[in-house]
């Protein structure tokens, strides 16, 4: 971001807040807005109309999915809003293979057994990944990355998607979402949040998975009905979980929670389950995918400013 602000001559101040009508800060010396929470801004018409008095012509988020920020009441008080669609697919695909993989060797059991100085193997066979089937939901930009790697990889691969694409064919089988969820050893979610999406997994879907099955969410937390998760988990409806992002996440994910604790009691209800495997939505967050996030997001503003149009608008 430094080496950005000397080629561009231009400042940045980097706050750790979110932004929400509460807290917001005076932003008059400022010419951009930049943004990356996963936490709904909130407020109402108002509050977009006051960043427009306050001089803003835009509100950008660093990430792909923009549900942060009520876009309509946004462009309406004449606020440009931006989003990075493809920050790099890559980062968030090898998060979710190395998840599939944790979830085949069953690392987060023997985990709990070494914990408890419980060394034994037995009951914990694995299986190799060119011997199972993988099932992809939402097959777009990270989706389809993470298809091709498993498919190299040897993986049977289906895919459920509003949207097929036909080139990708060569690497993953498109079926009907009631078929990928009886027919996939593991499920990974790739999908937006948006009305449609959230609850896209709850008590039936997990009901007509294999009971060996593991789930992978690497997308947003209200995509899986959490209770029904945690019921399909406790009963052995499924065998187990690995979670970068879960309902309620802003709360807790990205703060250092050590001497309160967990609030939020279906947060702590997965944490304490020996079969899940939680990470603070942390799958975009490499070397590369940051810097085109940064990059990005201020080329997007700076366009705006300089009375241009950004590629990424919304």
């Not at 023997?110 to 990944?129: C, N, P, T, Y």
């Amino acid at each position: 971001m430094n080496a950005y602000a000397q080629q561009h001559q231009v400042e940045i101040d980097i706050s750790r807040d979110e932004l929400h009508p509460d807290n917001l800060p005076d932003l008059r010396q400022y010419d951009g807005l930049i943004i990356q929470q996963t936490a709904k801004i909130g407020g109402d018409a108002a509050f977009y109309h006051t960043l427009v008095q306050q001089g803003m012509r835009q509100i950008t988020t660093r990430t792909a999915g923009y549900d942060m920020i009520e876009v309509a009441l946004a462009q309406a008080a004449g606020l440009k809003v931006t989003n990075v669609p493809a920050y790099s697919p890559r980062s968030v695909a090898e998060m979710a293979l190395m998840q599939i993989f944790r979830l085949l060797r069953r690392t987060w059991a023997f985990d709990a057994r070494v914990a408890q100085h419980d060394f034994r193997w037995v009951g914990l066979q694995a299986r190799e990944i060119h011997t199972v089937t993988v099932g992809i939901i939402g097959a777009g930009r990270i989706g389809s990355t993470l298809a091709r790697l498993l498919h190299a990889l040897g993986a049977r691969v289906l895919a459920y998607d509003i949207q097929p694409q036909p080139e990708y064919d060569t690497f993953l089988t498109y079926v009907d979402k009631e078929t990928l969820l009886s027919e996939s050893d593991v499920v990974s979610l790739h999908v937006d949040l948006n009305p449609s999406s959230v609850g896209l997994l709850s008590a039936a879907d997990f009901k007509r998975m294999p009971t060996h099955a593991g789930l992978v969410n690497a997308s947003r937390g209200p995509v899986v009905n959490t209770a029904d998760l945690i019921a399909a988990l406790v009963t052995g409806e499924i065998e187990a979980a690995a979670l970068d992002t879960v309902e309620g996440e802003s709360a807790v994910f990205n703060r250092d929670l050590r001497q309160q604790g967990v609030v939020d009691q279906q947060i702590q209800q997965l944490l304490d389950l020996p079969n899940v495997i939680v990470t603070p939505h942390v799958a975009f967050y490499t070397n590369l995918a940051v810097q085109n996030m940064v990059e990005i997001a201020l080329d997007d503003v700076l366009l705006i400013l300089n009375g241009q149009s950004a590629q990424h608008e919304i």
